[in-house]
């Protein structure tokens, strides 16, 4: 999950984050800055490093719950589609929500790596979207889907063609509801504690990995992966005394 979220950004979220600590440190996929070493970067990163309740997980052995489907009211527009360099984001106007915990969470972006950063019983997936949600004190719950290869994703198509493609591009994007039209149609999950996947790692996240996956041409990830100029997934961690709750 990108990088963006810090003490300055608890509450809300910018589009991009270029004059925040976190920008200032470079990190990335590959080379000296790859994800085995972001927890020495700095100090600031060090949950990369030494975090116990780390994301992305191999999600296995979940114990049943009969825990209820979510119901995200994901009913507002798309406001900017932008490249910070580690994702394309697409970030929302006010207004979709979901309950959860008897929680309101308001949706401010959502955002994809490729190959999928989670597994579900030891299979990766071509891609993985994350909806990045807020409630009023700043904590997260982060909706995640996995996408399969196949057909073409007609949500996707929407924007996939005129994704930006030079770090700090930023255009206008104005689709109603797309949030909500992107999200599978059986809404049980997956649920665990976590992190942010990408530094400062910070821990407190609540996932939830939909179940239902959805189909994504083989053009369509290659296209991404052409923009990111490679992978943008963080390696699995140790799950550690973590349940999984299905």
């Known amino acids: 999950m990108w990088h963006y979220i810090n003490e300055k950004l608890r509450s809300t979220i910018l589009l991009l984050s270029n004059n925040s600590t976190e920008e200032k440190i470079h990190w990335g996929y590959t080379g000296h800055s790859s994800p085995d070493k972001w927890g020495s970067l700095s100090e600031k990163y060090r949950d990369c490093g030494k975090g116990l309740n780390q994301s992305p997980i191999n999600i ?7 825990l209820p489907a979510l119901a995200p009211s994901y009913t ?5 589609i932008a490249d910070n360099g580690h994702t394309v984001q697409v970030n929302m106007a006010k207004g979709s929500r979901v309950e959860i915990d008897d929680i ?5 972006q959502f955002h994809f790596h490729a190959p ?6 030891g299979k ?9 949600n807020l409630d009023k004190d ?30 700090g591009e930023v255009q206008t994007l104005k689709l109603s509801k797309i949030a909500n ?10 649920r665990f504690n ?19 996956t959805l189909t994504i041409s083989k053009e369509q990830v290659a296209k991404f992966h052409d923009i990111m100029h490679g992978d943008n997934n963080r390696p699995i961690q140790p799950l550690d005394a973590r349940i999984i709750v299905d």
């Open 60 to 66: 296995t052995h979940s114990i049943h719950g009969n």
């Open 76 to 80: 507002s527009d798309s406001n900017y």
């Open 104 to 108: 309101i969470f308001e949706l401010k």
């Open 116 to 121: 999928s950063e989670n597994h579900i019983e």
């Open 124 to 132: 990766e997936f071509p891609l993985e979207g994350h909806f990045v």
């Open 138 to 167: 700043g904590n997260i719950a982060v909706l995640a889907i996995m996408f399969e290869e196949g057909e073409e994703n007609k949500q996707l198509a929407k924007f996939w063609d005129i994704m930006p493609t030079k770090p």
């Open 181 to 190: 039209a992107l999200l599978p149609k059986d809404k049980h999950y997956y």
């Open 194 to 212: 976590g992190s942010l996947t990408t530094p400062p790692c910070t821990e407190g996240v609540r996932w939830f990995v939909f179940k239902e």
